[in-house]
């Protein structure tokens, strides 16, 4: 490794061993930039020290709140924040996947604007894509927005909009001419949540919680200077951001190979559920093989997306390929949580009760939660329509 990496490292080692306050060590929250949300002291000093040095987007421009380094630069940091079990200081839709976005469509005025909003965590994103007709075939969508001078009025519905009661901003896909075939006629527009033309209505699930809503949209208003790219011409951005979305869900990027699998919450070493679960000797020995079958996938599939990031020097996603490694990257992590909760056998299985450990507990939820992995960002069919056609030509 050259003199001025390894320098670089060494000044970003000491500089987090200085500044990396305690509580964002470890697993626990992470900031999402909500305005709406209290987070706690530890979680909002570690935002503010790596907003100041532009590590929250390290390789955004310094102009929009980044820092400009290259990708082994970023790959160096990430590394050091491993290495000391640091939570990344800031996620959230603006970071991974609109600021990605504009970086590449937004005017000189929005990028300054959001760009800048996102980097220090001051606004939350929420993507206002789905609708209750519209989801594999998202460019069925019907929520509308004709243009009133200076601002949009948009009428209609969304759904499934993850985090959408903590959100400050949505970006949107709307119609705005419904006179033409339906890939056409679409624009990608930034509205403030905080209107009275918008409703949400968080979906409650069984357990209780409700990490999406329903969003109403009834004369919402966007400003014409936050539609991104032209009029009517929004499919392609969706799309764009789409696979900036699946790049991270793929596990792509500076940190890809070395983060942990898409959707696992619960991360446990399946060797070592083997060793503490593991007494009859019949079903440890199959288990034993899964368990190694699955550390294989685990093995290759890492490496493909480190040689994966590592091709993608100048750090952009890749455009439909991404498709192969949310396929791959959601199978994976689906199979990881459904091992583990049949190695806890009958303990894997419980939702509240005593006699479960916490960790028992949180396993079976991380399995539950898991099945959406294949559904969120478009379903494994839906991937695997997009490899075949986009990928691999095939004919339609
Ligand atoms: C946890 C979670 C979070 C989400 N967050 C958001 C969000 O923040 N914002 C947002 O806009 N959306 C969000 N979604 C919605 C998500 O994008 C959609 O659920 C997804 O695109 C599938 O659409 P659908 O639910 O309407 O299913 P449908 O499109 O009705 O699909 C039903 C079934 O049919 C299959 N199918 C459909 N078309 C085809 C085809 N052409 N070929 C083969 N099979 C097909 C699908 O694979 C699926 O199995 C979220 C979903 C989940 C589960």
Redesign the pocket.
């Known amino acids: 490794m050259n003199e001025a990496l390894e320098q670089f490292r060494s000044e970003t080692r000491a500089w987090l061993a200085a500044n990396c306050p305690v509580g964002a060590r470890g697993p626990g929250e992470i900031h999402s930039g909500s305005t709406k949300v209290v987070f706690q002291p530890d979680t909002q000093q570690w935002l503010k020290v790596m907003a100041e040095r532009g590590w929250t987007v390290p390789q955004w421009p310094k102009e929009y709140g980044g820092a400009d380094l290259s990708l082994a630069e970023t790959q160096i940091l990430y590394e050091e924040m491993q290495a000391i079990d640091a939570r990344p200081p800031l996620m959230n839709m603006g970071t991974r996947m609109l600021g990605p976005t504009l970086l590449e469509h937004g005017t000189e005025d929005q990028k300054r604007r959001h760009l800048t909003l996102i980097a220090k965590g001051g606004a939350a994103w929420?993507?206002?894509?789905?609708e209750p007709g519209?989801?594999?075939?998202?460019a069925a969508l019907n929520t509308k927005a004709v243009l009133h001078g200076d601002h949009f009025q948009i009428d209609g519905q969304?759904?499934?909009?993850?985090?959408a009661q903590y959100a400050d901003w949505m970006f949107c896909l709307v119609r705005t001419d419904p006179s033409v075939p339906k890939h056409q006629g679409i624009s990608f527009v930034l509205l403030p949540m905080d209107q009275p033309g918008v409703t949400i209505k968080p979906i409650q699930l069984i357990s209780g919680s409700s990490?999406?809503c329903e969003t109403f949209l009834d004369g919402a208003l966007a400003e014409k200077r936050d539609l991104v790219g032209t009029l009517n011409e929004g499919w392609g951005i969706g799309k764009r951001l789409l696979q900036h979305e699946r790049s991270g869900q793929g596990g792509l990027g500076p940190s890809a190979g070395r983060s942990r699998p898409v959707g696992v919450t619960v991360d446990l070493d399946l060797t070592d559920l083997l060793r503490r679960y593991g007494s009859d000797p019949v079903q440890t020995a199959s288990q034993r093989d899964e368990v190694i079958q699955w550390q294989m996938r685990s093995r290759a599939f890492s490496l493909t997306q480190r040689r994966m990031g590592e091709e993608a020097r100048g750090g952009a996603a890749p455009g439909a390929a991404t498709s192969m490694f949310k396929l791959y990257g959601a199978s994976l992590a689906q199979d990881k949580q459904a091992l583990t909760a049949d190695l806890m056998g009958s303990q894997g299985m419980g939702w509240e009760a005593a006699g479960f450990s916490s960790e028992e507990l949180g396993a079976t939820r991380s399995w539950l939660a898991s099945r959406?992995v294949t559904?969120?960002?478009?379903?494994?069919?839906?991937q695997a329509?997009i490899i075949a056609k986009r990928v691999l030509g095939l004919p339609d």
């Open positions: 929420c993507q206002g894509y789905s519209a989801g594999s075939d998202l969304k759904i499934w909009t993850s985090g990490p999406f959406a559904i969120y960002g478009g379903t494994n069919e839906v329509n």
